[in-house]
């Protein structure tokens, strides 16, 4: 698939957009004051252990304390076992046995921090190269599973010959394992060694640092987005990489010639008078990501609300009426919507569990081809997805890997008058409120007078279709009520004053 990367730069953002066949599939979002943490490198301080929980709060200088589960926490393979089989035969090692507070830990961040949620760690250390992923504490060598199978014995050995090879130079360390990563299947052992001598210095340089510093400190960052460009999205498929600043296209330029130099003949700098993300549209594709609803070309829609649980996704045929007839019109707008779906989850970033409810399919062949189509589409996805078939409900359940936060959480924020809930109060629902806290308040008190001050619809009612409800309260209790608009109050706030 041909696709453009364009890169959008300004010293307080970064956004990233790839799009194929001037349709925007996804986008990457970088804020300088909000960076992503995953890959980070910490030496932190055991603040807390829950045995109860099996797990431990870990103080590496965030305004929340990460979190580390029993089975992050890495130890040392039994002798004459590798890693993978110790771990399936011995018994876990309760975490209580394994840290303790006030401990320094070196760890890593594995899940950024998600609305309340703190940062997930875990103290297997992997440093991601260009070519290869390194595992420091393993002595592992690996291969991509999107690798063809018939491939990965040949490459597994050439790997291994030359993770013994290279010379541990110029301050590097040996020892370690190694994963190949996708786009190193062709990749040359000059190449190879490069990338390994790179990992095992970085490594070196974590280690030494761990020496220098106090609890809590930041040992070693990923990469930024920009250069992440280059190392993860960047493949064969992909025709360019125009980017709108001439500062940060000098600096990619540089990092592609040392780590990615096939990469860098494919890099533009962007000269023309309109912006970057206005030649495809992009501004509008992205507050499309943020809607609710998605309307597909053939009339159909889809609607999707993403919580903190799950993420749901409603398929509904709309305004789109079929040619031939009502189970044809179905089987159209569920095989587009098994399409649109896919696009959605990359452009939102959505993870986590997936809930999608198709319209209702009676005929057998059409269910299996739109769950075709959708495992077709989801299979581009560059995340770990899982799928599942029609659940005896109807409702096709799926996973997809969550390491960021989604595009919705990074771009917006809950309403403060609902606070998230979609909906606020009716303005009779909060006058109705309002008669019942004046008749519990003249229980208890005895004031002169009660003065309501709530939001001007609320008033209003209280003036018209209300006034014979209010004017009875006021004559029951024997004391007049006031009435205050206030302009600046939400629909659902309210005071009752009294004097």
């Given at each position: ?48 252990v829950l045995p109860g929980m099996q797990s431990a709060f870990i103080d590496i200088g965030l305004e929340r304390a990460a979190f580390l589960h029993v089975a992050d926490v890495w130890h040392p393979p039994v002798e004459g076992e590798n890693l993978s089989t110790s771990r399936a035969t011995q018994p876990q090692i309760p975490i209580e046995k394994q840290v303790f507070e006030g401990q320094a830990l070196m760890v890593q ?246 809930i999608v409810d198709f319209i209702d399919m009676s005929r057998l062949e059409h269910r299996d081809q739109v769950l075709s189509e959708l495992r077709k589409q989801l299979a581009r996805d560059r995340v770990k997805t899982m799928i599942g078939g029609f659940s005896q409900l109807g409702l096709v359940e799926m996973t997809r890997k969550r390491t960021r936060e989604s595009l919705a959480h990074m771009l917006s924020e809950a ?85």
């Open positions: 698939m041909q696709q453009d990367i364009l890169i959008n730069w300004s010293p307080q953002e970064t956004r990233v957009a790839v799009v194929e066949h001037g349709a925007v599939q996804e986008l990457h979002v970088e804020r300088t004051l909000e960076r992503g943490l995953v890959g980070n490198v910490y030496l932190g301080k055991v603040a807390r961040v594995i899940k950024d921090p998600i609305g309340t949620k703190g940062a997930r760690l875990s103290t297997q250390i992997s440093i991601a190269g260009r070519l290869l992923v390194f595992l420091p504490q393993d002595d592992h060598i690996g291969v991509s599973q999107k690798i063809p199978l018939q491939q990965r014995d040949e490459l597994r050995n050439r790997l291994q010959a030359l993770a013994h090879t290279v010379d541990p130079s110029n301050g590097s360390v040996q020892g370690g394992g190694f994963i190949l990563r996708t786009n190193a299947e062709d990749a040359s052992d000059a190449e190879l060694a490069d990338d390994i001598a790179y990992l095992r210095k970085t490594w070196a340089r974590i280690k030494h640092g761990a020496t220098q510093v106090p609890p809590p400190s930041l040992l070693h960052q990923d990469l930024n987005l920009l250069q992440r460009v280059l190392r993860d999205l960047v493949g064969e498929g992909t025709q360019s990489i125009r980017v709108d600043s001439r500062e940060q296209y000098e600096a990619l330029k540089a990092f592609g010639q040392e780590y990615m130099p096939t990469a860098v003949h494919k890099l533009q700098l962007y000269k023309g008078e309109r912006p970057i993300f206005d030649l495809y549209a992009i501004d509008e594709d992205i507050s499309r990501g943020l809607a609710r609803r998605v309307d597909l070309k053939s009339g159909g829609y889809l609607i999707i609300d993403q919580t903190e649980a799950l993420t749901t996704v409603d398929v509904n045929t709309g305004g789109f009426v079929g040619s031939r007839n009502f189970e044809d019109t179905i089987f159209k707008t569920n095989l587009e919507a098994a399409q649109a779906i896919a696009r959605q989850l990359r452009l939102r970033n959505l993870g986590g569990i997936i309403c403060p008058v609902c606070e998230g809930k979609g909906s606020v109060k009716t303005a009779r629902t909060v006058a109705y409120e309002i008669l019942r806290e004046i008749l519990r308040e003249a229980r208890q008190f005895n004031p002169q007078e009660f003065r309501v001050v709530a939001s001007p619809k609320v008033i209003e009612l209280f003036l018209d279709e209300e006034s014979q409800h209010l004017a009875g309260l006021s004559e029951f209790i024997g004391k007049p009520v006031s009435l205050q608009s206030q302009a600046e109050m939400s629909q659902e706030d309210y005071d009752i004053v009294l004097l």
